[in-house]
């Protein structure tokens, strides 16, 4: 058996490595050509920055790439095995089929292993410091500072009415938010407004410079006094400096999307709250469809007649665009609040193991 398992090992291994060059290759030339061509021919940046934007970016693909590689290799590696016979033969000496892919569950993971690191330990920098690049070569704000708007809604504890709003136009240095607007609400009436050039994070406390404050008679809602003052401190949290420092969810590794998950909590917004404990659940599955793979292709490449490349490639990609498709279908379904996190982000794998499972029942009773 160990004979056998080395052998079929090595049948896996070649087109795995095939795979993963020719989607990861393939995945960073066309999702990065454009950015890069704009870049060098209308912001005049150099083939060796270009050329540095472009290898950051492939560890993003190098992840998504994993698991159909995987695919690839077990749908050409038993199909090439079936055509010859060969998996025939290892039947005849009662081999059941469960014990002929195990190097295929094997490979899936170790594959599966790669990928959460690769997730967490290097896309997550890689891409940062793409995108850092990026933003200098189109000479806007890093990507680290929010260059957009900045809401922060505060809701009182019980009824959840509004108890106030945090507006800041944009962030563009350390501790420091500029033109913003703090709305205060009592009963859900307005009855303060103040206005800042800009507001600096002091530890504990916000200093707003250059600000006008208005305070509002909730029974008329006229102004009933009006202040402009030069500097003024406010008790506000820290939360939409937090805020500013907004990265796209495959720009944090796990522990950064926690993080900023309890910062959103603070902020009351229910869809970003759906949205990025979807992202968690589908960052902590993402790995795990390496897994599913292995089983699910493995099994589909069981054939007495074989299955040829062309075949096994097109059953690839059409494999793959379908879980693709079926993983944002649920995430958004998810992030709508329709389907729990959870479920959004793991029941795409589900769906893996439960046609693998199928199949190999179907394979084990009519295979001969």
Not at 116 to 145: D, G
Not at 183 to 202: D, E, G, N, P
Request: with cysteine.
């Amino acid at each position: 058996m160990k004979q056998v398992d080395r052998y079929l090992g090595q049948e896996l291994i070649g087109p795995w490595g095939l795979g993963l060059g020719l989607f990861a290759g393939l995945g960073v030339t066309v999702g990065s050509l454009g950015e890069l061509t704009y870049l060098v021919s209308e912001r005049d940046i150099s083939l060796a920055t270009a050329g540095q934007i472009y290898l950051l970016r492939l560890p993003e693909f190098v992840a998504y790439a994993l698991p159909i590689s995987v695919l690839l290799a077990c749908l050409m590696a038993y199909g090439r095995l079936g055509h010859d016979s060969e998996l025939l033969a290892l039947r005849s000496i009662g081999l059941p089929v469960w014990r002929l892919i195990l190097p295929a569950i094997a490979l899936g993971s170790l594959v599966t292993g790669i990928a959460f690191v690769f997730n967490e330990a290097i896309v997550p920098k890689a891409n940062q410091q793409a995108s850092k690049l990026s933003a200098i070569a189109n000479e806007t704000p890093p990507t680290f500072f929010q260059s957009s708007t900045i809401f922060y809604p505060q809701y009182t504890p019980a009824e959840r009415d509004l108890a106030s709003f945090f507006y800041a136009e944009q962030s563009t240095m350390p501790n420091r938010l500029d033109d913003v607007l703090w709305l205060r609400y009592q009963a859900r009436k307005l009855t303060r407004i103040t206005t800042a050039k800009t507001a600096i994070w002091q530890q504990d406390h916000w200093l707003f410079r250059q600000g006008r404050e208005l305070i509002i008679a909730p029974e008329t809602g006229l102004i009933a006094a009006e202040n402009s003052f030069m500097e003024g401190a406010y008790s506000l949290p820290r939360t939409p400096l937090l805020l500013a420092d907004f990265r796209e969810p495959f720009e944090m590794s796990l522990v950064e999307l926690q993080q900023y998950l309890t910062i959103l909590q603070a902020t009351g917004d229910q869809q970003k709250l759906r949205t990025f404990r979807v992202r968690i659940q589908q960052k902590l599955a993402f790995p795990f469809v390496c897994l599913g793979f292995s089983f699910l292709g493995s099994i589909l490449g069981f054939s007495p007649t074989g299955t040829g490349r062309a075949r096994s490639f097109s059953l690839c990609v059409a494999l793959s665009f379908g879980y693709y498709f079926v993983s944002f279908f649920l995430g958004g379904l998810g992030s709508a609040g329709v389907l729990s996190p959870l479920l959004a982000g793991w029941l795409p794998n589900c769906m893996l193991a439960i046609a693998g499972a199928r199949f190999l029942r179907i394979c084990d009773r009519n295979y001969p």
